[in-house]
């Protein structure tokens, strides 16, 4: 029987994979004079300044101000400008709440209000560089996102929704048809903060990755050969009563193709974009397949070692959150020294088991579909556990040994030559099988499985700061020679690298 074509997904992952063949050629230099600016400007709009409620201010109008402040920080520990580094140039870098690949923030936020008595009906989207909100389009929006979500029931009784964006250039300046990969990281990382500056605020955000994208983009006014919606994020007002939700489901299949042309590589991107949209007459389409609930590596002779531990504890009012969100940054060295088991426990304790944080007033997160992805953790440097590369099996909570060996020679080859690889004491992986994957969710669900990994990255990043250690992801990897190299198997796509460390 002839192999059926592979989807678009698929291809585009397999032809953005880096190999040590034809790296050289996909890392041309980069057009300085054509660099993109990483921030939206309006012509026209009313401005909300943000700025001044970021300070406690015991007024008279207390109850208002405390409304503005939750709004305020909400936006400014998920995505605001948090360090300023100079450069030859003398135009300084702005670095946000939220790493992204390159510094290059190809995501946008935008806010829309059904209309509270802080914000008008109307469009809004969040300005980093000044810390404020400008109201681009004062109309009835609402009834239009709810369509374009196929009536999704958190959107019936909730005031205010996030949207996400991609401008697509902003990362494909530099990463060219790779870009997509990290678009979708980089807005996961977001979406960790969104969750955690929502706790911090008393909102619940609930996710939605199944909408109709034409519809959303031509609400938001997007030129949608530059920009699309990745994500819309209802958010649950907590302190209103009738607005703790139940979770709803968050991502929808969108059809899977197998007939596509021969696309030339600067196509790819724009082509695996439009070919993942969720169409209005996708709207009958429906997850078949259940999420396989393998227990993987569980074999009798392998070593395994439980990772239950004590929770993170992040504050009585969760100021030791608010303060690591602010004070992360992605480590630049590691000194080459050893993390402690207990460490790494507690790392994968904050990122794999929310829920034994719902008693600091953290709720479980809402993610894609998290049956679909994989951890494995390369050990280079952990006391206490033999080095080699381990399965991280969540629900038992155990780390399943399947290989043996000092790999920091190996890492640093895998992550282009990147001494992060080399030097970090623990180098985690995520993976996912894209044929099992697409089977249930389409060709979108490469944009769901990035997400979900960048996500989790976030949580292991904010770990890390809490514990003061180091943690940096990557997304430039040699694709298949990490499968080798670790005996992943060759059906597990690696999404996304974090490296964990002590920093120098
Ligand atoms: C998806 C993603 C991929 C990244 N890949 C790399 C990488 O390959 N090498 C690296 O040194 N840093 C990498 N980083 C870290 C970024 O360079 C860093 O987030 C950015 O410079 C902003 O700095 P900050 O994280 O300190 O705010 C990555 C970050 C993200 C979110």
Redesign the pocket.
Known sequence: MPEQRKSIAQHYHERTKYDPETIALQSQGLEWDKQPVPFKEYKIGSTYDLKPYLKSEPSALRAEHRQWQRLSQLLFYSYSL??KVPTMTGEPIY??A??????LYPAEVYLISRGTPLLPEGLYNYQPQTHSLINFWESEVWQTLQAACFWHPVLDGTQLAIVTTAVFYRSAWRYKARAYR?IF??TG?LLGNFELACALNDYRPHLIGGFIDDAVNQLLYLDQEQEGTTTVVPLADLLEVNQNLPGSQTALPSATQTQYPQLLDDELLGYCHRATKINADNADLKVTSEPTQLDKYNFPFCLKVPTATTAIDWGTHLEGLANTILK???T?AYSGFDLTLDELKALLDFTYQPQHYTDQGLDDPDYFDLNLIETFIAVSGVTGLEEGCYYYAPKAQELRQIRFKNLRRELHYL??G?E?GRDAAAVLFHTADLKTAIARYGDRVYRYLHMDA?HL?QRLNLAAIRLNLGV?????FFDDQVNEVLGIPADEAVL?ITTLGRPR
């Open positions: 948090t360090a670095l946000r939220a790493p992204s690949a390159g510094g990290r990281l980089d990382h992360r940054r992605s630049r992550c282009l990147q992060l960048g990255g940096s992801g990557i997304a430039g996304y």
